[in-house]
C-alpha cells in the first residue's frame, strides 16, 4: 500500500487499484465493494495527497489536530454531502476529491449507472471513478465515470458505497425517534415497510376524498340547482348544429318577400309576356335569319345560335314565372322566424358563441350533473374502501408489530453478549416495541413506538438510554450496536473514534471485533486506542507540518519500526521508552497474529 504523499511526491498516475504492498498474495473480496484510492486537492490544510486501499480492517492514527477528519470530510463530500467554499485551501479557487471503487456485479450501483446513460462493465464487478470539484466563484461539478452527474446522483450512489459510523451516533442513539429506523434497518422487512406505509397514505387520500364530498355538500346541492336550470333550457330549445344559417336566410326571404315577388314577375314580362319583350324581339329576329338562310346558307351558324338563345331565355323566362309563384309574404311566419334567432342569440349570449359552442357545453354541463348526483354513491364506495384499507392496514401493521417484536428479541441477545465480551456483564438491553394508540390515525412507519432501553447494573430497572449510560458505557453499546446492525456485505464500513472512552482489555476486545467485521466488509477505523491500532492490517499515520508559510496535512503508511513507533506513542505519550516500545512490538505481534487467524 502506497503512502499518502505531499504533492511534490507524487507521480501524478492513476494507480491501478489491487497492486500494493500490503497486498501480497491477497486479491481481495469477492462481491464487496472496496474504496481502491482516495484523492484529495486543497481541501481545508490538504494539499495534494492520494492514497491506494486494499481490503480488511485499515487503522488510521495520528494526534487530536492532526488532520483525521478532514480526510473523513472529504469522503462524505465525495459521496453527495453538502459542499461549502470555505472548505477550500486557503489561497486556492478550487478543491478536488476523487475517489476509486471496485464494486461487485450485484451492487445496486450499476443499475443506477444505467438509468443515467453511464457506460460500465459489471458482469463481473467493474470499477467506478467519482470525482467531485468545488470552485469558490464557479458552479460545483459532480462526475461519475466521466459523466457530468447532479450532487444528488452522488447520494444515491454513496448508500450503496460507504457507510460511516462516527461519535454522533452515540447522540443519535439518545434520541429515541431514530430507534425504530435502526431497528427496522436489522429486520430488513423493506417490501412489509412500504405495504404499511402505502396503506396509511391511501387511508389518508380516501379520508380526504370523503371529507371533501361531506364538507361541500350544500354548495354541491346549489350547483346541481344551476345545472338542472341549464339543461332544461337547453334541452327544451330543441338545437340543431345548421338551424341558425337557415333560419336567417328564410327570415331574409320572408322579410324582402314584395320586393322577390316584383322581381320575379317583372323579370317574366320582360323576357316573355310584355308586347316588346326579349322573346318577342328574338321572334322577329329569327323570321329574319329563315329569310336569309334561304338566300345565304351561311347564315345557317347565326340562325341556330339565336334559336338556342330563345330556349335558354324561355326556361329563364318560365323560372321567374314559377319562382314568383312560390313568393309568398307570412308575416306569422316571419314573427316565428325572428322569435326563433332572437333565442339562439340569446342561448349564445349566455352558453357559448354558437350552436355548436352551446351544445358543448351542454354535453359538459350533463356530465358534471351526472358526477354531482353520482356523490351519494361515491360516498358510499368511499366510505366501503376506506373500510377495507383501515382493516389491511391493521392487519399489515400487525405483521409488521410482530416482525419487529421477534427482531428485538434477537437485537437484545446479540447486544447483551457483545456487551459481556466488552466488559458490561451485568448489563440488560431491551428494545421496547410499544404499540401506539392511533384511533383515526395511520401512521406510515406502522403502529409501534420503539425505545432501547437499558440497566447498566443488578438490581436496576430498565430505564432511557439517556438516562442511564455513562460516556464509556454508551460508546460501549454503540459499537455493540453498530457491529450488529452495521452495513449489507458490499459497503465500505469507516468507524470514527467509535471506541471513544475504552481502553485496556475491553479496547482489544473492541479490536478483535472490528477485525472480524472486516471479513465481511471492508472496514477503516480512526482510533486513539494503541490496542485497536495493533490489530490493523494496514495502519496509517496523519500528521500535519509546515512547508514554507504554510501548515500540510500528510499521511504515511506505516511499515515494521514505524508502526512500533506510533503504538508506542500511543501508549506513552510524548516521551518514547524502550518499554513502551517492547509493548507495542508485543501488541502487534498479537494483532498479526489475529489478523492471520
Known amino acids: 500500500?502506497?503512502?499518502?504523499?505531499?504533492?511534490?511526491?507524487?507521480?501524478?498516475?492513476?494507480?491501478?487499484?489491487?497492486?500494493?504492498?500490503?497486498?501480497?498474495?491477497?486479491?481481495?473480496?469477492?462481491?464487496?465493494?472496496?474504496?481502491r484510492y482516495l484523492h484529495i486537492r486543497n481541501i481545508a490544510v490538504i494539499d495534494e495527497l492520494e492514497v491506494e486501499f486494499s481490503d480488511g480492517l485499515s487503522v488510521i492514527t495520528g494526534e487530536t489536530g492532526s488532520g483525521k477528519s478532514i480526510i473523513i470530510d472529504s469522503l462524505e463530500l465525495l459521496l453527495g454531502s453538502k459542499a461549502s467554499s470555505e472548505l477550500i485551501r486557503s489561497g486556492e479557487e478550487q478543491a478536488l476529491v476523487e475517489g476509486l471503487f471496485t464494486v461487485p456485479p450485484s451492487s445496486p450501483v450499476w443499475s443506477l449507472l444505467a438509468e443515467q446513460g453511464i457506460d460500465h462493465e459489471s458482469s463481473s464487478g467493474g470499477t467506478l471513478m467519482i470525482r467531485r470539484g468545488i470552485a469558490a466563484a464557479a458552479p460545483n461539478k459532480s462526475f461519475v465515470?466521466?459523466?457530468?452527474?447532479?450532487?444528488?446522483?452522488?447520494?444515491?450512489?454513496?448508500?450503496?458505497?460507504?457507510?460511516?459510523?462516527?461519535?454522533?451516533?452515540?447522540?443519535?442513539?439518545?434520541?429515541?425517534?431514530?430507534?425504530?429506523?435502526?431497528?427496522?434497518?436489522?429486520?430488513n422487512e423493506r417490501g412489509l415497510l412500504d405495504e404499511v406505509a402505502q396503506l396509511a397514505r391511501r387511508i389518508e387520500q380516501t379520508r380526504r376524498a370523503l371529507a371533501e364530498l361531506n364538507r361541500n355538500e350544500h354548495d354541491r346541492l346549489q350547483r346541481l340547482d344551476l345545472l338542472n336550470f341549464q339543461i332544461r333550457e337547453i334541452e327544451t330549445a330543441?338545437?340543431?348544429?345548421?338551424?341558425?344559417?337557415?333560419?336567417?336566410?328564410?327570415?331574409?326571404?320572408?322579410?324582402?318577400?314584395?320586393?322577390?315577388?316584383?322581381?320575379?314577375?317583372?323579370?317574366?314580362?320582360?323576357?316573355?309576356?310584355?308586347?316588346?319583350?326579349?322573346?318577342?324581339?328574338?321572334?322577329?329576329?329569327?323570321?329574319?335569319?329563315?329569310?336569309?338562310?334561304?338566300?345565304?346558307?351561311?347564315?345557317?351558324?347565326?340562325?341556330?345560335?339565336?334559336?338556342?338563345?330563345?330556349?335558354?331565355?324561355?326556361?329563364?323566362?318560365?323560372?321567374?314565372?314559377?319562382y314568383a309563384q312560390r313568393i309568398e309574404y307570412n308575416e306569422e311566419r316571419l314573427n316565428d322566424v325572428e322569435t326563433r334567432l332572437a333565442l339562439l342569440d340569446r342561448l349564445k349570449r349566455k352558453y357559448g358563441g354558437s350552436i355548436v359552442e352551446i351544445l358543448d357545453f351542454f354535453n359538459r354541463i350533463s356530465a358534471e350533473r351526472s358526477g354531482i348526483e353520482s356523490a351519494d354513491e361515491r360516498k358510499?364506495?368511499?366510505?366501503?374502501?376506506?373500510?377495507?384499507?383501515?382493516?389491511?392496514?391493521?392487519?399489515?401493521?400487525?405483521?409488521?408489530?410482530?416482525?419487529?417484536?421477534?427482531?428485538?428479541?434477537?437485537?437484545?441477545?446479540?447486544?447483551?453478549?457483545?456487551?459481556?465480551?466488552?466488559?458490561?456483564?451485568?448489563?440488560?438491553?431491551?428494545?421496547?416495541?410499544?404499540?401506539?394508540?392511533h384511533?383515526?390515525?395511520?401512521?406510515?412507519?406502522?403502529?409501534?413506538?420503539?425505545?432501547?432501553?437499558?440497566?447498566?447494573?443488578?438490581?436496576?430497572?430498565?430505564?432511557?438510554?439517556?438516562?442511564?449510560?455513562?460516556?464509556?458505557?454508551?460508546s460501549r453499546i454503540t459499537l455493540a450496536l453498530k457491529l450488529i446492525l452495521h452495513a449489507e456485505p458490499d459497503l465500505t464500513l469507516i468507524f470514527d473514534e467509535v471506541d471513544s472512552g475504552i481502553g485496556g482489555a475491553t479496547a482489544e476486545i473492541v479490536g478483535r471485533k472490528l477485525l472480524s467485521v472486516s471479513r465481511q466488509n471492508q472496514t477503516f477505523c480512526i482510533t486513539h486506542v494503541p490496542q485497536i491500532a495493533a490489530l490493523g492490517e494496514h495502519h496509517f499515520l496523519v500528521d500535519k507540518k509546515v512547508v514554507?508559510?504554510?501548515?500540510?496535512?500528510?499521511?504515511?503508511?506505516?511499515?515494521?519500526?514505524?508502526?512500533?513507533?506510533?503504538?508506542?506513542?500511543?501508549?506513552?505519550?510524548?516521551?518514547?521508552?524502550?518499554?513502551?516500545?517492547?509493548?507495542?512490538?508485543?501488541?502487534?505481534?498479537?494483532g498479526v497474529s489475529s489478523a492471520g487467524s
Not at 1 to 23: I, K, L, N, W, Y
Not at 146 to 156: I, N, Q
Not at 410 to 425: P, V, Y
Request: net charge negative.
Open 1 to 35: 500500500m502506497r503512502r499518502f504523499v505531499a504533492h511534490s511526491e507524487m507521480s501524478g498516475a492513476m494507480p491501478s487499484p489491487g497492486h500494493t504492498q500490503h497486498d501480497a498474495g491477497r486479491t481481495g473480496k469477492d462481491g464487496i465493494t472496496l474504496l
Open 238 to 322: 330543441g338545437l340543431q348544429p345548421d338551424e341558425e344559417g337557415r333560419l336567417t336566410d328564410e327570415r331574409n326571404i320572408l322579410a324582402n318577400a314584395e320586393r322577390l315577388l316584383q322581381i320575379g314577375t317583372r323579370g317574366y314580362e320582360r323576357l316573355y309576356e310584355a308586347e316588346d319583350s326579349v322573346m318577342n324581339e328574338l321572334n322577329r329576329i329569327l323570321q329574319d335569319l329563315e329569310e336569309g338562310v334561304r338566300i345565304d346558307p351561311s347564315l345557317e351558324k347565326v340562325l341556330a345560335g339565336v334559336q338556342g338563345a330563345i330556349y335558354q331565355l324561355e326556361d329563364a323566362a318560365y323560372a321567374h314565372r314559377d
Open 380 to 437: 358510499e364506495n368511499l366510505a366501503g374502501e376506506l373500510g377495507r384499507l383501515r382493516e389491511s392496514y391493521g392487519k399489515t401493521a400487525g405483521r409488521l408489530t410482530t416482525v419487529r417484536t421477534r427482531a428485538a428479541r434477537r437485537i437484545e441477545k446479540a447486544i447483551e453478549e457483545h456487551l459481556r465480551e466488552l466488559g458490561m456483564t451485568q448489563t440488560r438491553f431491551k428494545v421496547n416495541v410499544a404499540g401506539v394508540e
Open 439 to 474: 384511533q383515526e390515525h395511520y401512521p406510515t412507519a406502522g403502529i409501534d413506538d420503539v425505545e432501547f432501553l437499558v440497566s447498566p447494573n443488578v438490581g436496576e430497572d430498565l430505564r432511557p438510554l439517556h438516562k442511564v449510560a455513562s460516556g464509556g458505557e454508551l
Open 548 to 590: 514554507g508559510r504554510k501548515t500540510m496535512a500528510g499521511i504515511r503508511c506505516l511499515e515494521r519500526d514505524d508502526r512500533v513507533e506510533e503504538v508506542a506513542r500511543m501508549l506513552g505519550g510524548i516521551s518514547v521508552t524502550d518499554l513502551s516500545r517492547e509493548h507495542a512490538r508485543q501488541l502487534i505481534a498479537t
Open 145 to 187: 465515470n466521466g459523466v457530468l452527474v447532479p450532487v444528488g446522483f452522488l447520494r444515491e450512489l454513496g448508500q450503496y458505497l460507504v457507510e460511516i459510523h462516527g461519535q454522533h451516533d452515540s447522540r443519535i442513539l439518545l434520541q429515541p425517534k431514530y430507534h425504530r429506523e435502526l431497528l427496522d434497518g436489522f429486520h
